[in-house]
Every structure is written in structure tokens, then in C-alpha cells.
């Protein structure tokens, strides 16, 4: 059947910061259920949801791959696309991370494929960045963290299902990916001009590698030490930077981009319920209450508005 708008061309490879967004929620509603006792209804509902989504996703960007090889290639050499690319080795995380309980050999299976597809995509990326010829400072902004993120992931199950040495390996690339990369981000953004519009919800990504860092040294060390604490306030504080410039992001048109806004929230609430279950400090079971009804809400908000939005044919369009 002949594509006749250019619809499936155009196909973002970012769609799959859905999964992500879903999947971190799902995530995050396990935790709350681990933690105040909720039901597991809605964590088991989001995960299987983010799984069709993932299935539905995966079958359309491999037919845009059978269709028009051409575009994907370009996507490969874009500057910022590049970046969303390991987005789908991270929803295979991710989903192993939601059905973990569920599904121990599906969880494993998911894990494992997310895993090696991930080191493959870190190495791509890289080797582009380093090898490139057309990439510039201004092109830079805060998506470049997401193949660093998919690694600080990787030992949340990994501990379980490969033991302590590969979880560290992949944390340790993270880590040192994401101190280097936060140096370069925030040197392009205070010297030169702001993200474009599209762009600018990418911020909230710059909350996701210590929020997600703290609970993959938990998960590793279960040592709640100097070096957790530096990673869970680091996270916090961007929160706390980016709510001064909110009205900022209530004046923008919709993108597929908002979807940035969605992981990094689920991932500072996983990690403030795991602060409030080393702590027992009230402070942090309202913030976590807090963060996980402002993210449900906010994931809701982004679905609503993303149907919309592919009803009106208004994604998958050129640039």
C-alpha cells in the first residue's frame, strides 16, 4: 500500500519517548504500591499498555526502515534525532523494569535484548559524535544525555540478571557520560542562544541521570552514603530550577518534544519514594505523593493531546 502523504517517512524515532514516559510511570506506580500499599491495578495496566505501544511502534519504524532507508540514514546523521535513537533500547529496559514481578522470563528477555542493543547504540552514537564533520555547539542541547541515561538503567534488573560487574560497566558509563555531557550542555546554553521552542522541553531531561543514578546505586550498594545523596539533590534542585521557569514552557505549542517532560518526572518520583523508605521523613513522602499525582496528570495531558494531535495530521510532517 502506497504511503501517499509521506506519513510513515516522516516517522519520528523520538515516538518512542511514549514508551518511556509510560513505562516510567508504570514504574513509578509499582513503587508507590511497594511503598503505601496502592493497588497494582494501574502499575500492571501502564506497563502492558507501554508493551503494545512498544510492539506498534517497533512494527512501524521497521517498515519506515523496509520503506525508506533513506530517511532513517538521515535521521542517523542528524545532530539531535541521533540522539532519540537509543530511546528504543530504553523502552526495552524499561519494560523489563515494569514486569520484573510479572513476568520474570519476559522481563529477562526484554532486558537483555535492551541491554546489548543499548551498548550497541552507545557505541553508534558516540563514534558519531566524535567522528562527525557537520556537527556544531548550537546543535547541542539536552537530548545528547538519553543514550547516557539508558546505561545508569541498565543495573536496575541487571544486578538480577547479570550480576554486580556488568551493572557496574554500564552505570560507570553513564555516570562519567553524563558529568561530561552536563559540562558541555550547560556551557552551550549559558554562552549561547536558547533551545529553539521545539527543544526546550528537553530541559526536564536534565533531571533523569541523577534521579535515575540514585536508584541504580541503591539498587547496586544499597549503601545510602554521601555519593547517593549528591545524586538524588542534584535531581532535586533541577526540579526545583525548572518550576521557576514554568510559564515559559505553558506558553509553547505542542510537540511530540513535550514527551521529554514525562520520563524524568517518573524518575525523581521513584527516587523521592526511595528516599522517603530510607529516611522516613514526611518531607519526602508528600513530595513523592506530590510528584506522582503531577506526573500521572501530566502523562494523561500528553496522551490526550498527542491523539489529538496525530488526528489533525499534525506529526510526522517535514521539518
Known amino acids: 500500500m502506497h504511503d501517499k502523504s509521506g506519513r510513515l517517512a516522516h516517522f519520528p524515532v523520538s515516538f518512542f519517548s511514549v514508551v518511556m514516559g509510560l513505562s516510567g510511570l508504570a514504574i513509578a506506580w509499582g513503587k508507590a504500591s511497594e511503598v503505601f500499599g496502592v493497588s497494582e491495578t494501574l502499575h500492571h495496566s501502564l506497563g502492558y ?43 526495552l529496559i524499561l519494560l523489563s523494569i515494569c514486569f520484573v514481578n510479572l513476568h520474570p522470563a519476559l522481563s529477562k528477555s526484554m532486558w537483555l535484548a535492551g541491554t546489548v542493543l543499548q551498548l550497541i547504540l552507545t557505541l553508534f552514537v558516540v563514534g558519531r559524535w566524535i567522528s562527525h564533520q557537520h556537527f556544531e555547539v548550537h546543535h547541542m542541547n539536552p537530548a545528547w544525555f538519553i543514550p547516557a541515561v539508558g546505561n545508569i538503567l541498565v543495573p536496575i534488573v541487571g544486578v538480577k540478571y547479570a550480576g554486580m560487574e ?81 510559564p515559559k514552557f505553558f506558553r509553547l505549542r505542542f510537540f511530540l518534544s513535550w514527551w521529554a517532560y514525562s520520563f524524568p518526572l517518573a524518575a525523581v518520583t521513584i527516587a523521592t519514594l526511595v528516599m522517603f523508605q530510607q529516611t522516613g521523613d514526611m518531607l519526602f513522602q508528600w513530595l513523592s505523593r506530590g510528584f506522582l499525582v503531577t506526573t500521572t496528570i501530566l502523562i494523561v495531558g500528553l496522551a490526550l493531546r498527542t491523539m489529538v494531535s496525530i488526528s489533525r495530521h499534525g506529526i510526522c510532517l517535514p521539518e
Open 166 to 246: 556488568t551493572a557496574w560497566f554500564f552505570f560507570s558509563i553513564g555516570i562519567v557520560f553524563w558529568l561530561v555531557l552536563m559540562t558541555m550542555v550547560y556551557y552551550r546554553m549559558f554562552f549561547h542562544n536558547p533551545l529553539p521552542d521545539m527543544l526546550a522541553p528537553t530541559l526536564f531531561i536534565l533531571i533523569a541521570p541523577p534521579a535515575v543514578g540514585f536508584v541504580s546505586y541503591m539498587k547496586m550498594t544499597g549503601s545510602f552514603d554521601g555519593f547517593a545523596h549528591v545524586l538524588y539533590y542534584t535531581a532535586l534542585f533541577l526540579v526545583l530550577l525548572l518550576a521557576t521557569m514554568l
Open 49 to 91: 499498555v507501554a508493551l503494545a505501544l512498544f510492539i506498534l511502534l517497533a512494527l512501524v519504524y521497521a517498515a519506515k526502515i523496509v520503506r525508506y532507508p533513506d530517511m532513517v540514514s538521515k535521521e542517523l546523521g542528524h545532530p539531535v534525532k541521533l540522539s532519540f535513537v537509543p530511546t528504543i533500547s530504553i523502552g
